[in-house]
C-alpha cells in the first residue's frame, strides 16, 4: 500500500519536473534536517514526542489555528473564530477549496471527525488530554462551519490547538483506512506530503504543489534522527545537513565562526528549575526557600556554565509566553541567605551542617542524565553554593526512565527532596496548572514541589474559565508573583534554543511554542 | 599446572623472595610494579599532596590550560584536575579491590561447595552461574544498578555481582581435580569432615590460580567501573571518578581536550601498571617458569 503509494507521488513528481508540464514553482533542491530527537510514530495526535510534532505535526498537517512568532493567534484552517457562552462554545469558521493529500474535501465533517476521535475515551489519545483537553462535543453547523463546546469555558482552547503537533486536521479517509496504526499514511492538508519513513532514520516529505498557502520552496524535506550530538555538528560541518537543532551549547562560538555555518539562540517557552519538596520538613519554611534562592547566582551560571544560552528566571514562566510579566530575581546574597537561615532558626552544627529540631538541612538534588543541557553542571555549582552555607546538599544523576518512575510517586511515597525539571507550553494554563496546582501532585500531575497554596488554586481556576484576555493577563499575572515570593522553586533560567544551518538555508522562522521551534514550511535553498 | 604448583608446596625458599628473584628479572613486571606503587602511593596521600579542593566549583576559574597555577588545568567547573585525579586514583583503586573483594567473597565458595560436594549442589549452582555468564558482565552491572539504584557503593557491588561467574568456575575447576588426590582420599579415610576437607585441604590447593585470576582481574574491573561512570551510573557528578570525569569532558574535547585527555591517561596507566604487574606475577607464581629451573 505504501508502496504503491509512494511510487504514485514519485510518478506525480516526475510528471511535475519534466520540461511538458507548465511552469513548475521555485521550488528547489533538498532540505536535510537533523534532528536531535526521534520520531516515535507517524499520527501526531498519539503522540507526545517532540519530533513527531515538530516534523511529523508541523509539515503534514495543518491546525484550525496557528502561532506567529510572538504566539499570537492566527488564522490557520480556520479563517474566522468566535466564542460565546462565557467561552463554552467556540464556533470557527473554515477555509473553502482546501483538500487533503488523498483528495478528501476538507470541511465540517472533516473537523468533526478529528475532534470526536481526539476525545473518545476508548482511544485514549494525547490529543484529547491535550489539544483539545475540557471539550465535550463537536458540531456541524454548516458544510464550512463548526462549533466546538465544553462543560468548562475553553478559555486555552486556541492556544492548545496552535502549540504542538496535537490539534491536527487528519484526512477522516486516511484514518479510517488504516485497520492497523503500522499502515497510517500521514495524509493532512500542509506544504509537504508524505513519502517514507524508516524509525530512528529519515522522514521524506515532498512538497505539496495544491497547497492551499504560500507554497513550500523546496522540492524535498528530508528529516533525519539524529541524537548523537557530535554527529549532528559533524553533519553541518560537512554540508550533509542542511540544519540541525540543538547544537551543543559549548560549541556555538566556533561554529559561528566557519565559513557558510551559521548559529542562532533563540528564546523558547521552557524553562528549568529545581523543585523543594515543600512537603519535606527541610523545605515547609518559606524562609528557608527564599535563603536558597539567594544562593543560586544565576548570572554566573549562565555566562560560564550555559555559555550564555540562556536567561535569569523572573518569573515561573519563560518571557516568550504572552502572559509573562518580570516579576523580580532573586539576587545573589549569601549573606542574606544567611540571615534568613537564622531567622528560620536553622543552626549551624559542629560539622557545619544546619539543623533545626534535630532535623537536619541536608537534601539529594536529582538530576536526570542528559536531559539537560549543561543540567549536570547546573546542579554541582548549586549544590556547592548550598553547602557553603550549611545546607548539605548532594547531587545524584539518575537515569531518565529512573527519574520519571521517581517523579510518579504520589504523596506519602515521593523521595523527591530537591529535584531539577522543566516545563513550558505556550497557555499560561497549561503552564502553570500542571507544575503548581494542588490537584496536580504527583502522580496525577508533575507539582514535583507538592506545593499547596489555595489562593494559587482558586487564581489558576478562575483563569482556565476566563476568555478576556486582559481578564487573564491580571490573572496570571498575580499567579507569577505570588509563585516568585512563595518560592516553591529555585529558579533558574530560562531555556534558550541553540539552531546551526548553513549560510545558504533561508526562511526558516522560530516559533516558541512546544513543537513549533523550528518552522521550515517557507525555508529555500539558495546555491 | 594447578596440581603441580601444590605439589611444590614444599620448595626450600620462602615463597616471596622467589617471586622477588623472578620479578626482579621482568623489566616490564617491574615498570608495572614501579607506577603502580606510584599511583597507590598518591591514593593513600592524596588529601595531602594539593591544597586545592577536589569536589567544589569555582566558576572563574573554568577551562584553564595545564600548567600555571594548575598544574594540569583545570576542567569546565574550575576545579584543579590534578587534585581531581588523584582523588580519583583513591575511588578508582579502592572500588576496584572493592568489587573484586565481593567477587571472592560470593564466588570462591560457591566454586567450593559446586566442585566438591557435586551432585544437585553442583548443578543447581553451576546452574546460577551459567545464568549470570549468559549476560556480558556490563549489561548485568547496569541491570544491578537499576534495582539497587546508582552511586559509588552500589556501583561497586554491581561490578562485584557481575564477575562472581569467573572465580566460581575456576574454583570449581580446581577442585574437581584437587578432590582426587590421594592426599585429600587420605583425609577422607581418617574421619575429615567433608566442610573441613574443602576448607583445609582444597581450598589452599586453589589460592594460586585465585591470586593470579584476581590480580589479572583488577584491571578488567577498573576499567568496568569507570565504563559504567561513563555511562552517568555513578551517581554524583561532582565525584572524581575517572570514568565519570572522562564523559564529562568528552563534551569539551574540541574546546578543552586536555579535561578528558587527564582522566583517560590515569585510566591507562593504572590499568596498564596492573596488567604489566599481574602477568609478571602471573609468571613467577607458575613453577613451570621458576628462574632455577631454566
Known amino acids: 500500500m505504501i508502496r504503491l503509494f509512494v511510487l504514485c507521488v514519485t510518478l506525480a513528481l516526475l510528471l511535475a519536473l519534466s520540461p511538458d508540464s507548465a511552469s513548475a514553482p521555485a521550488a528547489r533542491g533538498t532540505l536535510t534536517w537533523a534532528l536531535h530527537v526521534a520520531i516515535d510514530r507517524l499520527d501526531p495526535s498519539a503522540s507526545f514526542a517532540l519530533a513527531t510534532g515538530m516534523a511529523v505535526g508541523r509539515n503534514i498537517f495543518d491546525r484550525l489555528v496557528e502561532h506567529d512568532e510572538r504566539l499570537n493567534i492566527v488564522p490557520g484552517l480556520a479563517t474566522q473564530w468566535s466564542s460565546s457562552a462565557g467561552g463554552r462554545t467556540w464556533t470557527f469558521r473554515l477555509r473553502q477549496g482546501v483538500r487533503f493529500h488523498d483528495g478528501t474535501p476538507f470541511n465540517a465533517d472533516a473537523v468533526v471527525f478529528n475532534v470526536q476521535r481526539a476525545i473518545d475515551p476508548q482511544l485514549r489519545l494525547f490529543a484529547g488530554t491535550f489539544a483539545w483537553s475540557g471539550v465535550r462535543s463537536a458540531r456541524k453547523v454548516d458544510e464550512f462551519t463548526v462549533e466546538i463546546s465544553g462543560e468548562q469555558p475553553l478559555a486555552a482552547l486556541l492556544n492548545n490547538i496552535a502549540d504542538s503537533g496535537l490539534g491536527v486536521i487528519m484526512s477522516p479517509t486516511a484514518v479510517q483506512r488504516a485497520r492497523d496504526p503500522r499502515d497510517f499514511v500521514p495524509t493532512g492538508t500542509g506544504p509537504f506530503k508524505f513519502v517514507s519513513w524508516v524509525p530512528d532514520g529519515d522522514l521524506t516529505l515532498e512538497a505539496n504543489r495544491e497547497y492551499w498557502g504560500p507554497p513550500a520552496q523546496v522540492d524535498r524535506l528530508v528529516i533525519r534522527a539524529t541524537p548523537t550530538t557530535s554527529t549532528r555538528v559533524n553533519l553541518l560541518e560537512a554540508g550533509e545537513a542542511d540544519l540541525i537543532t540543538q547544537v551543543p551549547i559549548h560549541d556555538i562560538a566556533r561554529l559561528n565562526a566557519l565559513r557558510g555555518v551559521e548559529v542562532a539562540v533563540r528564546p523558547a517557552t521552557s524553562w528549568t528549575y529545581i523543585a523543594m519538596n515543600t512537603s519535606k520538613p527541610q523545605f515547609t519554611d518559606v524562609r528557608v526557600r527564599r535563603a536558597l534562592n539567594h544562593l543560586v547566582d544565576k548570572r554566573t551560571i549562565i555566562e560560564k556554565v550555559l555559555f550564555g544560552v540562556g536567561r535569569v528566571a523572573d518569573s515561573p514562566i519563560g518571557s516568550a509566553y504572552r502572559a509573562h510579566r518580570s516579576v523580580k530575581v532573586y539576587q545573589y546574597d549569601p549573606g542574606l541567605a544567611r540571615q534568613l537561615l537564622e531567622e528560620a532558626g536553622w543552626r549551624a552544627g559542629p560539622d557545619g551542617v544546619r539543623s533545626r529540631d534535630g532535623q537536619r538541612l541536608a537534601a539529594t538534588l536529582w538530576v536526570p542524565v542528559g536531559r539537560f543541557p549543561g543540567g549536570a553542571e547546573m546542579a554541582q555549582v548549586v549544590a556547592s553554593a548550598l553547602r557553603g552555607v550549611g545546607a548539605d546538599v548532594r547531587v545524584q544523576e539518575i537515569e531518565f526512565a529512573a527519574y520519571l518512575a521517581e517523579l510518579r510517586r504520589g504523596p506519602g511515597e515521593s523521595r523527591i527532596e530537591l529535584v531539577m525539571a522543566g516545563w513550558g507550553t505556550s497557555d499560561p494554563d497549561t503552564g502553570l496548572r500542571p507544575v503548581l496546582h494542588s490537584e496536580s501532585w504527583p502522580p496525577r500531575g508533575n507539582n514535583l514541589a507538592f506545593y499547596k497554596n489555595p489562593q494559587i488554586d482558586t487564581l489558576l481556576d478562575r483563569g482556565a474559565a476566563a476568555v478576556d484576555p486582559s481578564a487573564r493577563e491580571q490573572i496570571y499575572g498575580r499567579v507569577q508573583e505570588i509563585i516568585m515570593d512563595d518560592a516553591p522553586w529555585l529558579f533558574l533560567t530560562e531555556r534558550r534554543e541553540a539552531v546551526g544551518w548553513r549560510s545558504h538555508l533561508r526562511g526558516i522562522r522560530f516559533i516558541p511554542s512546544s513543537a513549533g521551534l523550528i518552522d521550515v514550511r517557507q525555508a529555500s535553498l539558495s546555491r | ?294
Open chain 2, 1 to 294: 599446572m594447578r596440581i603441580a604448583a601444590t605439589a611444590e608446596r614444599t620448595d626450600a625458599a620462602p615463597a616471596p623472595a622467589r617471586w622477588w628473584m623472578y620479578l626482579r628479572r621482568d623489566r616490564a613486571g617491574l615498570v608495572g610494579l614501579v607506577l603502580l606503587g606510584g599511583i597507590i602511593a598518591a591514593a593513600i596521600a592524596s588529601p595531602h599532596i594539593t591544597r586545592y579542593d577536589p569536589l567544589e566549583p569555582s566558576l572563574s576559574e573554568a577551562f584553564q590550560t595545564p600548567g600555571g597555577g594548575h598544574v594540569l588545568g583545570t576542567d569546565q567547573l574550575g576545579r584543579d584536575l590534578f587534585a581531581r585525579v588523584i582523588a580519583g586514583a583513591r575511588a578508582s583503586l579502592l572500588s576496584g579491590i572493592g568489587a573484586l573483594a565481593i567477587s571472592l567473597l560470593i564466588g570462591v565458595p560457591i566454586g567450593l561447595v559446586s566442585g566438591y560436594a557435586g551432585g544437585t549442589w553442583d548443578d543447581g549452582l553451576m546452574a546460577a552461574v551459567e545464568v549470570l555468564m549468559s549476560f556480558p558482565g556490563v549489561l548485568l552491572a547496569i541491570l544491578a544498578i537499576a534495582v539497587l539504584g546508582p552511586g559509588q557503593r552500589n556501583l561497586i557491588l554491581a561490578v562485584g555481582l557481575a564477575s562472581i561467574p569467573v572465580f566460581a568456575r575456576l574454583v570449581r575447576g580446581s577442585t574437581l581435580a584437587l578432590r582426587e588426590q590421594e592426599y585429600v582420599t587420605a583425609a577422607r579415610a581418617l574421619g575429615a569432615t567433608p566442610s573441613r576437607i574443602a576448607i583445609r585441604h582444597v581450598l589452599p590447593g586453589c589460592i594460586s590460580p585465585i591470586v593470579i585470576t584476581a590480580v589479572l582481574r583488577i584491571g578488567t574491573t577498573i576499567v568496568t567501573v569507570a565504563g559504567l561512570g561513563f555511562l552517568g551510573l555513578g551517581g554524583d557528578p561532582a565525584l572524581p571518578e575517572w570514568g565519570a570525569m572522562l564523559s564529562q569532558g568528552q563534551e569539551f574535547l574540541r574546546r578543552a581536550p586536555h579535561i578528558a585527555l587527564v582522566p583517560g591517561v590515569a585510566i591507562l596507566l593504572t590499568v596498564l601498571s596492573v596488567n604489566l604487574f599481574g602477568d609478571a606475577f602471573a609468571d613467577a607464581l607458575n613453577p613451570r617458569l621458576q628462574p632455577n629451573r631454566r
